[in-house]
């Protein structure tokens, strides 16, 4: 038997298979399984879907970019901090020991009172007697320099330079990390004014 779809003049007279005589099929406009039937995604896959699209939203937003746009010292700009604070921590496998730590080497050892004469170099990289990091980023408050983790260093040093609202520096704080073999994480933290 054929059923026939008076709404659409293409589809009239289309085959259409009818159970044992049942006459109500004739009046469907469609077929009830069309070839092109669209679903909507199951909850379990719009959850999947959402966290796919947060993650790669959130990468497109790694500080690289404003890393260009910051807002930095001038090249040449130099200014002098004295160390105020010294904080040694550990972090291993028997827990975390917040204090006392002697510091590794290749961490710079500085105690309260020494002064640190800090420079902006032509690359306007924050540079000093021990090191240089590159620009990562400005914040309200602080301009951020370092460089972003990898592989091989995964807890890259970092410097916070503090700055008033005509960027003039007032404050740093440097944070010196050291992972060793055993898989002890020695963070050294310097609070300069």
Do not use: C
Not at 9 to 14: C, V
Request: aromatic share 12%; glycine share 6%; no cysteine.
């Amino acid at each position: 038997m054929l059923a026939e779809f008076p709404t659409f003049p293409a589809l009239r007279k289309t085959a259409f298979p009818t159970a044992q005589g049942i006459s109500s099929l004739k009046q469907i406009p469609f077929p009830i399984q069309s070839r092109f039937m669209i679903s909507t995604p199951s909850r379990p896959m719009k959850t999947l879907l959402l966290a796919a699209f947060t993650a790669v939203a959130g990468l497109l937003a790694i500080p690289a970019a404003s890393a260009q746009d910051a807002a930095v010292l001038p090249i040449g700009k130099t200014f002098t901090f004295t160390v105020k604070r010294v904080v040694s921590s550990k972090s291993d496998s028997n827990g975390f020991t917040p204090s006392g730590v002697p510091i590794p080497t290749g961490i710079p050892k500085y105690k309260p009172g020494d002064k640190i004469k800090f420079t902006i170099n032509p690359k306007g990289e924050l540079q000093w007697p021990d090191r240089k990091l590159p620009v990562y980023g400005d914040y309200p408050l602080y301009i951020a320099y370092g460089k972003l983790a990898t592989f091989e260093k995964p807890y890259p040093d970092i410097a916070h330079i503090y700055v008033n609202a005509n960027l003039r520096p007032t404050k740093a704080e440097i944070y010196f990390y050291k992972k060793k073999s055993s898989g002890a994480v020695h963070t050294v933290f310097y609070e300069l004014k």
